[in-house]
Nanobody, 124 residues
Framework: QVQLVESGGGSVQAGGSLRLSCAAS????????MAWFRQAPGKEREGVAF????????AYADSVKGRFAISRDNAKGTLFLQMNSLKPEDTAMYYC?????????????????WGQGTQVTVSS
């Protein structure tokens, strides 16, 4: 098992930046693919970004390509999401997720382990 704790959320104006972190503990972090999801009130959960176990492959939702960057530090067991040029439509609760085998990265039901979430609010 792996336990996940997100941090770094907050309130920013449109055009601003935030860096989310997700600290993992428990099982061997490098054995897990990692992803960020988000969910806004009244909307379905959306896969935002994905990174493989070694960090060699990443994937992004079209809505965040060119603005967000996912990375990981396997030595420290930490996942990151650098968010630039934020827009009001990026407002949501952001969650990190972990799983050892992932077929379709942006499907939430692929992941067994989730953090509690961190809120991101972008004002216009």
């Amino acid at each position: 098992q792996v336990q996940l704790v997100e941090s770094g959320g907050g309130s920013v104006q449109a055009g601003g930046s935030l860096r989310l972190s997700c600290a993992a503990s428990g099982d061997i972090y490098r054995d897990y693919h990692m992803a960020w999801f988000r969910q806004a009130p009244g909307k379905e959960r959306e896969g935002v970004a994905f990174i493989t176990k070694t960090g060699g492959v990443t994937a992004y939702a079209d809505s965040v390509k060119g603005r967000f960057a996912i990375s990981r530090d396997n030595a420290k067991g930490t996942l990151f999401l650098q968010m630039n040029s934020l827009k009001p439509e990026d407002t949501a609760m952001y969650y990190c997720a972990a799983e050892q085998r992932v077929a379709i990265w942006n499907k939430g039901d692929q992941y067994r382990y989730w953090g509690q979430g961190t809120q991101v609010t972008v004002s216009s």
